[in-house]
C-alpha cells in the first residue's frame, strides 16, 4: 500500500498530465500541493522542474518545455501548425515575448514577436490565444498565405468574423476580415477566389452539384476542383464519377493538382481564362 507521501506523488503527477503535461509550480501550490511533495516528485523524476517556475510531466510535448525554458510562448505559423490550421510553408519556430521582456533564450533559428498582443497572454499559458496567432500571421505571411491560416480557423470555427471585427485589429490583419471566408475547406481554396476577382465573375466556393460538392463554381455551368494528397483510391474513384455526371449535365469541369495552384498557377489561369472565352461557364 503506498504511503501518504506516494499517494499525493501520484497525485502530483496527474494533476501536471491533465494540465496539459506542464504547469507553473505556483499553481501546483495553489492545487495544494505542498513543498515537500514537489521536491519527492522531483526527486524521484516524476516530474522535472524548468527553469525553477515550471513542472513539466515525463511526457509533455517538448516544444511546451522549451517554450517555458525560453521564457516565451508559441505562436505564429508555430502555433497555427499545432491547431491543425492550414499552412503553405511550415517550417521554423514562431515565438512571443513581451517587448519588454527580461531574460528570454529561444532557439538562434526562431523568429521572435514582440508586437503587442490583442488579447492578454494569460500566465501559465505556453501557446499564444487565436486572436494573436492570427494578428501575427498577418503581419508575418504574404496576404494569400495569411488568408489561408485566418480561413482555416473560421472553417474549424475557432473564430467567427464577427468576433474579430470587434477586435483592434489594425493593417493587414483589418483587411483579412474584410475578405475571410469560413467556407474555404483548404488554403488552395482561399487562393483562388484572390487571384481571380480581377475577372469579376461568380466564384461560389464548395457549391453543391448534382448531390456533391465542388470546390468552385465559375459563372453557372463552369466547376473548378482542386485535388490535394487525400483525393487517392476510393475518393480519386468518387471524382471521377461525379466529374462524369457533371459533364452529362452540362457543366465543364476543369481538374487541378496542388502543385499547380501552388507553384504553377499561370497554367491554371490560363485553362481557366480560355474557358470564360469560350463561354464556358454561362447558361445554354
Not at 115 to 130: K, W
Not at 177 to 203: H, K, M, N
Request: proline share 7%; aromatic share 4%.
Amino acid at each position: 500500500m503506498p504511503s501518504p507521501l506516494e499517494s499525493r506523488v501520484a497525485s502530483l503527477s496527474e494533476f501536471v498530465r491533465s494540465a496539459g503535461g506542464i504547469v507553473l509550480a505556483k499553481d501546483a501550490r495553489r492545487a495544494g500541493f505542498s513543498e515537500r511533495t514537489v521536491a519527492a516528485s522531483v526527486a524521484t523524476s516524476v516530474v522535472t522542474r524548468v527553469r525553477r517556475r515550471w513542472l513539466a510531466h515525463p511526457n509533455v510535448d517538448p516544444a511546451l518545455v522549451g517554450a517555458a525554458r525560453a521564457g516565451v510562448v508559441l505562436t505564429c505559423v508555430t502555433a497555427a501548425e499545432r491547431l491543425g490550421l492550414w499552412v503553405l510553408e511550415p517550417g521554423g519556430i514562431h515565438v512571443a515575448a513581451p517587448a519588454h521582456a527580461g531574460r528570454i533564450n529561444p532557439p538562434a533559428t526562431a523568429r521572435v514577436h514582440r508586437a503587442a498582443p490583442i488579447v492578454p497572454r494569460p500566465p501559465g499559458e505556453l501557446v499564444d490565444p487565436i486572436e494573436n496567432v492570427l494578428a501575427l500571421t498577418a503581419a508575418c505571411l504574404p496576404f494569400e498565405q495569411a488568408l489561408a491560416v485566418w480561413e482555416s480557423a473560421l472553417n474549424k470555427r475557432l473564430v467567427t468574423v464577427y468576433a474579430l471585427d470587434r477586435l483592434p485589429f489594425r493593417g493587414p490583419a483589418r483587411e483579412l476580415i474584410a475578405v475571410a471566408d469560413p467556407l474555404s475547406d483548404s488554403g488552395l481554396e482561399t487562393f483562388v477566389p484572390v487571384r481571380l476577382r480581377w475577372l469579376g465573375e461568380r466564384i461560389v466556393p464548395q457549391a453543391v452539384i448534382l448531390g456533391r460538392r465542388v470546390d468552385f463554381l465559375i459563372g453557372q455551368r463552369l466547376v473548378l476542383q482542386i485535388d490535394g494528397g487525400h483525393h487517392v483510391d476510393a475518393q480519386r474513384e468518387a471524382d471521377i464519377r461525379h466529374d462524369a455526371q457533371l459533364v452529362l449535365n452540362g457543366f465543364h469541369v476543369i481538374r487541378v493538382g496542388y502543385h499547380q495552384v501552388v507553384h504553377d498557377w499561370p497554367s491554371v489561369q490560363h485553362d481557366i481564362t480560355r474557358a470564360i472565352a469560350q463561354g464556358l461557364h454561362r447558361q445554354r
